[in-house]
């Protein structure tokens, strides 16, 4: 199961984009890299996910690097509402559940 | 809006007591998991079903089981309930469940507060 590193908080302005950086540097060759994010108490959202390819949907774009140890998650005009907590997961639980860490508050400001 | 349903939003009850947590999974999914998250904790997978038939367990106590129906709704059953216990409690389901690629999404959560 990899094993993730991310920055416990960080700040934005609105308007600028945010960029969510994630080590997972012992990620094995088949597994993918999740992003989801929590606001408040509610469920988790899926963002997006990739194995090695950069990626990009109506919500983020995720960059991964070439050895695939690091990526990082890019909203590209972060909003007031984008204020939550993110996590960077790869891959998943031996039985393909998802282990989350304690993730990356992220504060958007005006 | 991830089309998992979750009921109850909100449940108190008292220690030593019984409760269970329904899930309803998007329209054709077939796997649901259960997830806690408490304070200290953070969010703990707890239980893994397919299409009626327990896949997977993780840091789930004997107190608790979950049971998924032909219809693929879920169960979660907590029993014994203790001050502990009190956290959130999300449903996610997938397609397939068979592995990584299969992505989860959440539903709102079930807040279980033990008095």
């Known amino acids: 199961d990899a094993k993730t590193t991310q920055p416990p908080s960080m700040d934005c302005a609105e308007g600028r984009a945010a960029n969510l950086p994630c080590n997972h540097s012992?990620?094995?060759?088949?597994?993918?890299v999740y992003w989801y994010r929590q606001i408040h108490s509610q469920g988790p959202q899926y963002i997006i996910h990739?194995?090695?390819n950069n990626e990009t949907n109506e919500m983020a774009s995720l960059i991964i690097t070439e050895d695939r140890k690091s990526s990082t998650l890019i909203l590209p005009h972060a909003t007031l509402r984008d204020t939550a907590v993110y996590y960077c997961i790869g891959g998943g639980g031996s039985q393909g559940n998802l282990i989350f860490g304690k993730g990356t508050k992220l504060s958007v400001k005006p | 809006d991830s089309g998992v349903t979750q009921t109850p939003k909100h449940l108190i009850t008292a220690t030593g007591q019984r409760v269970t947590l329904r899930c309803s999974p998007r329209s054709g999914d077939l796997s649901v998991y259960w997830y806690q998250q408490s304070l200290d904790q953070g969010l703990q997978f707890l239980i893994q079903?397919?299409?009626?038939?327990?896949?997977a367990k993780g840091n789930i106590l004997e107190r608790f089981s979950a049971q998924q129906f032909p219809d693929l709704h879920s169960e979660l059953n907590l029993s014994s309930l203790e001050l502990g216990d009190s956290a959130l409690y999300f449903c996610?389901?997938?397609?397939?469940?068979?592995?990584?690629?299969?992505?989860?999404?959440f539903g709102p959560g079930t807040r279980l507060t033990v008095l």
């Open positions: 990739g194995l090695k």
């Open positions: 079903y397919y299409n009626g038939e327990e896949r």
């Open positions: 996610a389901s997938s397609v397939s469940g068979t592995g990584f690629t299969d992505t989860q999404y």
């Open positions: 012992t990620i094995s060759g088949n597994e993918y």
